[in-house]
Each structure stands twice: as C-alpha cells, then as structure tokens.
C-alpha cells in the first residue's frame, strides 16, 4: 500500500531537512516494509490562504 502524505510547512522553511526527517520517520516506523521502501519526492508547493 502506498500513502500520500500532504505536509503542511511554513515559508523558508529547510525542504531537504524536512525530507530527511521524513524519510528516518518512515523507515523507522514498523509498519513499513524494509525490502519495499522507495522514498519519494516533493510533488508541489501550494500556497493556502
């Protein structure tokens, strides 16, 4: 199963820590599968009023 994870930062904000962060999140969780993890990438930024 894969799951789309909608992230909300603030402007300025450091994208590639957040990534990273992220990722540790997701491979340290137990309900993710070592041998079927593939990392994925930022799809858009949008602006909400």
């Known amino acids: 199963m894969r799951l789309r994870l ?3 930062v603030a402007y300025g904000s ?3 820590k957040l ?3 992220l990722l540790e999140l997701a491979a340290e969780h137990p309900g993710v599968l070592k ?3 593939r ?3 930022f799809l ?3 602006t909400v009023r």
Do not use: I, Y
Request: zero cysteines; a negative charge; proline letters at 11%.
């Open 35 to 37: 041998d079927r993890f």
């Open 6 to 8: 909608p992230v909300g």
């Open 19 to 21: 990534r990273q962060l």
């Open 14 to 16: 450091d994208l590639e």
């Open 39 to 41: 990392p994925s990438a």
């Open 44 to 46: 858009n930024l949008v």
